[in-house]
């Protein structure tokens, strides 16, 4: 089975620190993604790549970078954590059609 | 930019009965997912169809997608207390990208 980890599942962190969210697959998917889940408003897009060292932006990429160094790692940062970045933060991976998501990591800013 | 809205927002039914919630989406689509969503939890993939086809059955689930009227259906029969979950659409828009738009979800709860 595809398994996607997200390192943290709950983090709090403080208004204007710079944050890291990290996740590794382990099946060899060129695709990862990140979307960020508010209620409401659904599943929104912030970065994805297809590629080492590849990144487009999303929907919604204010105020958010992303690094791909290694096929298996993306990481979302976060330049300078504000509240409204507070939210449940989904990574995904896929070689084609189906994501397979990670169980995502719970931010708080503070 | 939300493509998929899903309808009822909030289903709550009986043990072994059908559930049935709808995705209405706005332009055209390459293919389209269902997604579930365990409480606080990632995603996990249901089932894909693709633009050109109809209906598609797995197990207890049915998928139908009608293009005409941008929408598409899933049935989970004989519903299960552990199918209690939220229920996302998505939509890819343009062939090949592999980059999805989700829906906001229909929450279903089955009562045991």
């Known amino acids: 089975d595809v398994k996607v980890t997200q390192s943290s599942r709950y983090l709090v962190k403080r208004t204007g620190e710079k944050v890291f969210l990290e996740c590794v697959q382990d099946m060899d998917h060129e695709n990862m993604f990140w979307y960020r889940q508010d209620p409401g408003l659904g599943l929104r897009l912030i970065y994805f790549?297809?590629?080492?060292?590849?990144?487009e932006k999303g929907d919604i990429p204010e105020g958010y970078s992303v690094s791909r160094e290694k096929k298996e790692r993306f990481s979302l940062i976060l330049e300078s954590a504000s509240t409204n970045q507070t939210s449940m933060y989904l990574c995904?991976?896929?070689?084609?059609?189906?994501?397979?998501f990670g169980s995502g990591t719970r931010l708080t800013v503070v | 930019s939300q493509q998929g809205e899903e309808d009822p927002q909030a289903l709550s039914i009986q043990e072994g009965e059908n559930a049935t919630m709808n995705c209405s989406y706005k332009?055209?689509?390459?293919?389209l997912q269902w997604y579930r969503q365990n409480s606080g939890r990632g995603l996990v993939h249901l089932i894909l169809i693709r633009s050109n086809e109809r209906e598609k059955h797995s197990g207890r689930l049915r998928v139908t997608l009608d293009t005409s009227k941008k929408s598409s259906s899933l049935l989970i029969t004989a519903s299960r207390a552990a199918d209690t979950a939220s229920y996302f659409c998505?939509?890819?828009?343009?062939?090949?990208?592999?980059?999805?738009?989700f829906g906001t979800g229909t929450r279903l709860k089955v009562l045991a």
């Open positions: 998505a939509t890819e828009t343009t062939s090949g990208t592999y980059k999805y738009i």
């Open positions: 790549s297809y590629d080492v060292k590849m990144k």
């Open positions: 995904a991976s896929s070689l084609t059609y189906g994501y397979t």
């Open positions: 332009t055209s689509i390459n293919n």
